[in-house]
C-alpha cells in the first residue's frame, strides 16, 4: 500500500524557516516527480514546487528563491525548505507523487498530475 505521510508542519513567525518532509512508502519514488502542492482556507489547491526524477526542480513565482525542493532517494523521503515565509504562505501543504504518463510542465504543476497524495500539514505564519 503506498502512503506519502508529510510532517514538519507548525507555527512560525513571518520570516522564519520551516523544513517539510514527505516520507513515501510502499513503492519506491527515487525515479518519479515528486510534487508540493498548498491549500489555503476558501482557495484552491495549488502548486509551490516539484522535482523531477532526478534533481531538477521548478518552483511558482510564489515561493521561487524562498522554497527548495530536495530529495533523498535512499530514504525515499522528499523535502521542502521553506525560508523567508510570509503571512500568505500559511496553509496545508500537501505532497504528491506522479508515476504515470509524460512529465509534461502542464501536467507537473496540476494536481489532476499525481496520483498519490499524503494527507497535509498545516503551516502557520504569524505576523
Known amino acids: 500500500q503506498v502512503q506519502l505521510v508529510e510532517s514538519g508542519g507548525g507555527l512560525v513567525q513571518a520570516g522564519g524557516s520551516l523544513r517539510l518532509s514527505c516520507a513515501a512508502s510502499?513503492?519506491?519514488?527515487?525515479?518519479?516527480?515528486m510534487g508540493w502542492f498548498r491549500q489555503a482556507p476558501g482557495k484552491e489547491r495549488e502548486f509551490v514546487g516539484v522535482i523531477r526524477g532526478g534533481t531538477t526542480t521548478y518552483y511558482a513565482d510564489s515561493v521561487k528563491g524562498r522554497f527548495t525542493i530536495s530529495r533523498d532517494n535512499a530514504e525515499n523521503t522528499v523535502y521542502l525548505q521553506m525560508n523567508s515565509l510570509k503571512v500568505e504562505d500559511t496553509a496545508v501543504y500537501y505532497c504528491?507523487?506522479?508515476?504515470?504518463?509524460?512529465?509534461?510542465?502542464?501536467?507537473?504543476?496540476?494536481?489532476?498530475?499525481?496520483?498519490?497524495w499524503g494527507q497535509g500539514t498545516q503551516v502557520s505564519v504569524s505576523s
Open positions: 504528491a507523487a506522479r508515476t504515470t504518463g509524460p512529465n509534461t510542465l502542464l501536467r507537473l504543476t496540476t494536481t489532476r498530475g499525481y496520483d498519490y
Open positions: 510502499g513503492r519506491t519514488f527515487s525515479s518519479y516527480p
